[in-house]
């Protein structure tokens, strides 16, 4: 067991995190890794590893349910601690599902068994992905209050380097260790490589099926799931089949709750009902990419959904349909709006919202996710982007990008920031913005100056995750963030 002399980490340890935080505190001397889990199997498998559980987020909703207790009051000054106006509740990817009085039960379950972790220890630091959920909200604002570091990650753009942020709004890294002085030149390296490979279509992120090195079986999900591979879905029967058995197995979850399963899996129905449809979305829906270039062509990366990104970075622009639509009313005459689908969420746009803003905008285009999204930003004019990475794809490419989340390139030249549908309306017929530019060594710098901000490593699901490299990587991260002061702000 670590010494408790060191920093003690707060860990959210859902899904495939219940397997790396427990590896990264077997190589972090000194360190006391606390985990709270979503359910009772994740809790045996790390206990029987010797880690230790403080929270079941499955046996907390459970036994308050169970008892009638624990209602959510929202702290008065939770917003403001947060600087995240929004409700922690109406924010949350599952509870919204159940009746408003249970999500008053369950939130309160939730936080007071959050509120109790931090009376019994000292928490150092709290380590989690950004994901939407009314834990992550109160875990975050309990940290503030309690004066812990808050490291919720993210992965750069450019391959092998990830950040933290300090805030609900995730993109900007913030780093309090400093950068080694000899590092820079190397990164600076790496990134004009990287960046040269985007624009010449050679590299891209691991999740893209394009650029994933290795197999990928028809079972693939089962290692993704335990972070062993990158997210990649396969489209196919198979996949199909699948998701057909995770819908039905959320399904009984809903049924089995509270008493059989955890608020998560049992929230998550409409999610995978939804994903099952997508996999079902027959080819006719789309139109071909182009293979010329039109001066009056508008791209729109389509977001994953559900996803933190729309949340956290666009909560004035989260609905997507509504997004577009604004978009499509405001194009200029002889225009066209193409709206491109996530590589791994293809089939998206064969939802009824969809198809009836396509059947209503006769400049609506729809492309697959499968299909070759910088190809189709080549022979367009100009980007509209939330937060996609494919947006940073189009900077590099040259076109102009209207950005309307809280993204790190939001400011980076060729993009324009967008607060708001009449400011899109008004962008979108600016004529100078359907005109291609070269940043290359402007963006470049700007990348280098984000990248002295991040750490060298990857904690998202991919082939070496697990590798000793990356793990000591992952915990010399945390432990430069550790030892360095907590920020006041």
């Known amino acids: 067991m670590a010494d408790a002399a060191g920093p003690t980490i707060l860990c959210l340890s859902r899904s495939y995190l219940s397997r790396l935080l427990p590896a ?3 190589r972090h001397d000194g360190a006391r890794y606390l985990h709270v889990v979503q359910n009772e199997r994740e809790r045996a498998y790390i206990e029987g590893i010797g880690g230790r559980v403080v929270m079941s987020i499955e046996s907390v909703v ?32 599952y509870l919204p599902t159940f009746p408003p009085e249970m999500q008053g039960r369950i939130a309160g379950a939730l936080y007071h068994g959050l509120a109790r972790v931090f009376a019994e220890h000292r928490i150092d630091a709290f380590l989690s992905e950004p994901v939407a959920l009314f834990v992550t909200h109160c875990a975050f604002y309990l940290s503030r209050k309690h004066g812990a570091r808050r490291l919720m990650w993210g992965n ?39 960046f040269d490979g985007v624009v010449a279509d050679r590299r891209g992120p691991a999740y893209h099926p394009s ?29 199909r089949a699948v998701q057909r058995a995770r819908l039905a197995r959320v399904q009984l979850a809903r049924l089995g709750f509270p008493r059989f399963s955890d608020v998560l899996t ?44 729309l949340l956290y970075f666009a909560p004035d622009f989260r609905d997507q349909t509504v997004l577009v639509e604004n978009a499509l009313r405001a194009l200029p005459h002889g225009a066209t709006l193409w709206v491109k689908e996530h590589p791994n969420q293809f089939g998206a746009l064969g939802a009824k919202p969809w198809q009836l ?42 076109r102009q990008v209207l950005v309307v989340g809280e993204v790190y390139y939001r400011d980076w030249p060729g993009a324009t920031a967008i607060r708001s549908y009449a400011e899109l309306a008004e962008a979108l017929n600016y004529p100078a913005y359907y005109r291609p530019v070269e940043n290359r060594e402007s963006l470049i710098d700007a990348l280098v100056e984000q990248g002295t901000r991040c750490y060298p490593g990857d904690p998202q699901p991919r082939s070496d995750l ?5 793990l000591n990587r992952l915990v010399a991260a945390v432990a430069a963030e550790c030892a360095a002061p907590v920020p006041t702000s």
């Not at 459970?62 to 403001?80: M, N, Q, S, T, V």
């Not at 753009?157 to 820079?184: L, N, T």
């Open 24 to 26: 990264m505190e077997a």
């Open 62 to 93: 459970r036994d308050a349910l169970r008892d009638d207790r624990d209602r959510w009051e929202e702290p008065a000054d939770f917003r403001e601690v947060t600087g995240y106006p929004w409700s922690p509740i109406a924010s949350d990817r």
């Open 156 to 194: 750069a753009w450019f391959p092998d380097w990830f950040f933290f942020a300090d805030g609900i709004h995730i993109s900007r890294p913030v780093r309090s260790a400093p950068f080694p002085d000899g590092e820079r030149e190397p990164l600076k390296a790496s990134i004009e490589s990287y």
């Open 211 to 239: 650029f994933f090195k290795g197999k990928l079986s028809p079972l693939a999900i089962l290692r993704q799931r335990r972070g062993e591979q990158a997210l990649i879905v396969q489209p196919g029967l198979m996949a």
């Open 266 to 309: 049992a929230g998550a129905v409409d999610e995978h009902r939804m994903y099952l449809r997508a996999l079902s979305t027959k080819p006719s829906c789309y139109d071909s990419v182009p293979t010329s270039h039109d001066p009056l062509r508008v791209v729109y990366p389509l977001q994953y959904e559900p996803e933190a990104s």
């Open 357 to 398: 803003l396509k059947r209503k905008y006769g400049a609506l285009r729809f492309v697959h996710g499968r299909q070759s999204g910088r190809d189709l930003i080549r022979n367009s004019a100009l980007v509209v982007s939330v937060s996609s990475s494919a947006g940073m794809d189009a900077l590099a490419i040259g």
């Open 466 to 470: 697990f590798s000793p490299e990356n």
